[in-house]
Every structure is written in structure tokens, then in C-alpha cells.
């Protein structure tokens, strides 16, 4: 099983971002997945989440600039990031839930988002 992130990078604030996870090695469609964020010394955040059946949830702090989507037939997680604030600024990893069947949760190796002020 793998989860690779891409995407990230260096903007501006007020600029946007899409981040892309593409998972292989599991059956993606019935996987809830999730993004989560994390800066040093701090603990990992969760950023937003998409079940199986594509219900969305969102941190307050993302909530009207950040979108999650999935894509089952290419097995991808999107994270499209509007607006964004210096704040948001962290490394950004992609998750995968466990699901019956499959005790194991999963993790990207994470891609860093820099927002300049």
C-alpha cells in the first residue's frame, strides 16, 4: 500500500493550491480518507475528511476555503486550498482509514505548503 502527496509548494497569501494523494495497493473507493497538517512542535491537525460516499467534513479553520474531493476510478484525494493565510503553513499528509477487512491506517510522506505574507 502506498499514498503519495504532491502538490505543494510556495504561495503567497491570499493564493491557492491543490494538493493531490494518489494511493495504490487498496481498494481506494471504500477507504475514508483525510488530510491532515502538522508544523514542528506542534501536534498533527486534521484538515478535512471524505468518506466512501463523498461526506465531507472540515476543520473551522478551513471551512469556505479548502475543498476535498476523490476520484475512485483514479484512485486520487484532492485538497484544493483557496485563500490562503500564512497560518496554513505545515507539512501536509494524506491518510487512509482503516475499513473492515484491513486493520492498518495509512499515511503519505507528506508535502510541504508554504504561504508567504
Known amino acids: 500500500v502506498q499514498l503519495q502527496a504532491s502538490g505543494g509548494g510556495l504561495v503567497q497569501a491570499g493564493g491557492s493550491l491543490r494538493l493531490s494523494c494518489a494511493a495504490s495497493g487498496m481498494i481506494f473507493s471504500i477507504r475514508p480518507m483525510a488530510w491532515y497538517r502538522q508544523t514542528p512542535g506542534k501536534q498533527r491537525e486534521l484538515v478535512a475528511t471524505?468518506?466512501?460516499?463523498?461526506?465531507?467534513n472540515y476543520a473551522d479553520s478551513v471551512k469556505g476555503r479548502f475543498t476535498i474531493s476523490r476520484d475512485n476510478a483514479k484512485n486520487t484525494m484532492n485538497l484544493q486550498m483557496n485563500s490562503l493565510k500564512p497560518e496554513d503553513t505545515a507539512v501536509y499528509y494524506c491518510?487512509?482509514?482503516?475499513?473492515?477487512?484491513?486493520?492498518?491506517?495509512?499515511w503519505g510522506q507528506g508535502t510541504q505548503v508554504t504561504v508567504s505574507s
Open positions: 471524505i468518506s466512501s460516499t463523498r461526506n465531507t
Open positions: 491518510h487512509a482509514a482503516r475499513v473492515i477487512g484491513d486493520i492498518h491506517e495509512y
